[in-house]
């Protein structure tokens, strides 16, 4: 099955650096979605991207997406210890039904 | 706010036990999904829902089943627990007619001994 997948799998930067993470899919997709988890919790809704657009902000986060080479990046500026946790994609195919596709994430560690 | 709720937080069985997990949304939301997470293998779906009653299989249904009677819940039963199915269990919500987010509970840890 499609499977979304992160790039890359763990990345620690230091408090006030910018933190890139990016996800690839395998099929045509209807929107893509980044999702937070702090350790040991559910997810937490970032942001959503459709399938016609190509970049989306929301704060401190910027979505891009390239539907050409199905891949989409998050990009976290100024990152906060707060930042810390794994970050997944998701993705809903174009098949109609609302099933999601979650890549296998990125471990984000901000250093304070 | 939009609040997805499941039954217990950590969870210990024994091998060839019938084991409930049970999740409940409160936002009056159509379509209701169970995963699983394990490390190195990020989310996998185990089955959806889109209405009562109704229910799909995702990409891993073997040795599970579901069970929506009320639109508000969705039961995840593992019939025989094996030792593989020993994880984090992750339900959410979604609405139809909303942005597509999906709404998560804050998983059920499950042991199988």
Redesign the interface.
């Known amino acids: 099955?499609q499977?979304?997948e992160e790039d890359p799998q763990a990345l620690s930067i230091q408090e006030g650096e910018n933190a890139t993470m990016n996800c690839s899919y395998k099929t045509s997709i209807n929107?893509l979605?980044w999702?937070r988890q702090n350790s040991?919790?559910?997810?937490?809704?970032l942001i959503?991207i459709r399938s016609n657009e190509r970049e989306k902000h929301s704060g401190r986060l910027r979505v891009t997406l390239d539907t050409s080479k199905k891949s989409s990046s998050l990009l976290i500026t100024a990152s906060r210890a707060a930042d810390t946790a794994s970050y997944?994609c998701?993705t809903?195919t174009t098949s109609g039904?609302?099933?999601?596709?979650?890549?296998?994430?990125t471990r984000l560690k901000v250093l304070a | 706010d939009v609040k997805?709720t499941q039954s217990s937080r950590y969870l210990v069985k024994r091998t060839g036990e019938k084991v409930f997990l049970e999740c409940v949304q409160d936002m009056d939301h159509e379509?209701m999904?169970w995963?699983r997470q394990d490390p190195?293998?990020?989310?996998?779906?185990i089955y959806?829902s889109?209405d009562v009653k109704m229910k799909?299989k995702?990409?891993i249904p073997e040795g599970y089943s579901v069970s929506r009677e009320k639109k508000e819940r969705f039961s995840l039963i593992l019939e025989s627990a094996s030792t593989n199915q020993t994880s984090?269990y992750?339900c959410?919500s979604?609405s139809?007619s909303g942005?597509?987010?999906?709404?998560?509970?804050?998983?059920t840890?499950l042991l199988v001994l």
């Open positions: 099955s499977q979304g929107n979605q999702y040991g919790r559910g997810l937490v809704h959503l997944f998701a809903r039904t609302y099933k999601y596709i979650f890549g296998t994430g | 997805v379509n999904f995963y190195g293998l990020g989310l996998r779906l959806f889109y799909e995702g990409d984090m992750l959410a979604s139809i942005r597509e987010t999906q709404y998560f509970g804050p998983g840890r």
